[in-house]
């Protein structure tokens, strides 16, 4: 299901994205570098929808959905891993997978 590369850290309830009327599923994984991986699939079929990177946060520990951030009605992800020696939450949207915002904690 989620293939022996990556290790399951952790899942979110996020809004549709594929717009069939259920909410779909944002699984946070850990890749073999260790970098973070979100994987969104539908709920109502398990089918992979898209891969979100978080290439430069590595050891992921918990993932949780955000409001919509950058105005495009849809949730984002927020991500908490290690990024430069620092404990960061990275934020992404969830249609795009593109960057929202980035938050660090020394």
Same mark, same amino acid.
């Given at each position: 299901?989620?293939? =022996?590369? %990556?290790?399951?850290?952790?899942? !979110?309830?996020?809004? /549709?994205?594929?717009? #069939?009327?259920?909410?779909?599923? &944002? *699984?946070?994984?850990?890749?073999?570098?260790?970098?973070?991986?979100?994987?969104?699939?539908?709920?109502?079929?398990?089918?992979?929808?898209?891969?979100?990177?978080?290439? =430069?946060? %590595?050891?992921?520990?918990?993932? !949780?959905?955000?409001? /919509?951030?950058?105005? #495009?009605?849809?949730?984002?992800? &927020? *991500?908490?891993?290690?990024?430069?020696?620092?404990?960061?939450?990275?934020?992404?949207?969830?249609?795009?997978?593109?960057?929202?915002?980035?938050?660090?904690?020394?």
């Amino acid at each position: 299901f989620l293939g =022996s590369s %990556s290790e399951v850290k952790d899942l !979110a309830i996020i809004s /549709d994205t594929n717009s #069939n009327g259920f909410p779909d599923i &944002a *699984v946070l994984s850990e890749q073999a570098s260790g970098a973070g991986l979100v994987r969104v699939y539908d709920s109502s079929t398990g089918a992979l929808l898209k891969n979100i990177f978080f290439n =430069s946060l %590595s050891n992921p520990v918990g993932i !949780a959905r955000f409001a /919509d951030y950058d105005g #495009n009605n849809a949730d984002e992800v &927020a *991500v908490l891993g290690d990024s430069g020696g620092l404990t960061q939450v990275q934020i992404k949207d969830t249609i795009s997978g593109s960057f929202v915002n980035t938050i660090d904690f020394p």
